[in-house]
């Protein structure tokens, strides 16, 4: 029996997150986003913050990578840093989580973990800067950063990242099956689009 796999990937402020949540509740099927976070976390012992934090720094850049790689369980990382282990675990808690059934899955390199998933169907969500600067400042208030900065910044840890473990271009089309511009559709209309193409399979 097939099951439905969606996997959203999306420009910080585009409101991939919230698109995703609500694909999932229109279908009827599990949600993972902050629940994969904390699954990886008890396999790991790294905080939850940092296993939040650490899909989009670059490997061994950032001061959260060195303190993790002495909070982390030493005796099953295996030699490997904290930043390789962390993946392999994100990546067999991704793997399961499939396994159990259809759901959807919000970032975490679930699109390239899954490319060869028959079931999975993977979705890009991203917005012009001008949109995404507005919705984050509506929705996470102002910060000594501005807009433009914070959204360049977490844009580009997540290219970074994205790049180191799968060897692709991150938010490049053809390693999604869709991509939505969220500013010109709408948020509600991106949740309809994905459900009927999905049901449509």
């Known amino acids: 029996m097939s099951k439905t796999i969606i996997?959203?990937?999306?420009?910080?402020?585009?409101?991939?997150?919230?698109?995703?949540?609500?694909?999932?509740?229109?279908?009827?099927?599990?949600?993972?986003?902050?629940?994969?976070i904390k699954q990886v976390a008890e396999k790991t012992g790294f905080a939850p913050e940092y296993v939040e934090n650490a899909g989009e720094y670059a490997p061994g850049k950032s001061i959260l990578a060195y303190f993790a790689a002495f909070s982390g369980r030493a005796d099953v990382m295996g030699g490997m840093n904290a930043s390789d282990f962390l993946w392999c675990m994100q990546r067999q808690v991704i793997l399961d989580l499939v396994e159990k059934g259809s759901c959807v899955i919000v970032g975490r390199c679930a699109d390239y973990i899954l490319k060869d998933n028959p079931d999975a169907f993977h979705v890009f969500v991203h917005a012009a800067p001008a949109f995404r600067a507005d919705r984050i400042v509506r929705l996470y208030g102002e910060s000594e950063k501005k807009p433009e900065e914070r959204l360049h910044d977490k844009d580009t840890r997540r290219k970074v990242n994205y790049k180191h473990f799968t060897g692709r271009e991150w938010g490049r089309c053809q390693n999604y099956h869709l991509s939505l511009d969220s500013g010109v559709i709408g948020v509600e209309k991106c949740v309809s689009m994905i459900v009927e193409l999905v049901r449509s399979r």
């Open 7 to 36: 996997t959203i990937s999306r420009e910080f402020g585009s409101g991939g997150r919230s698109i995703g949540k609500s694909v999932a509740e229109a279908l009827e099927i599990p949600y993972y986003d902050k629940e994969l």
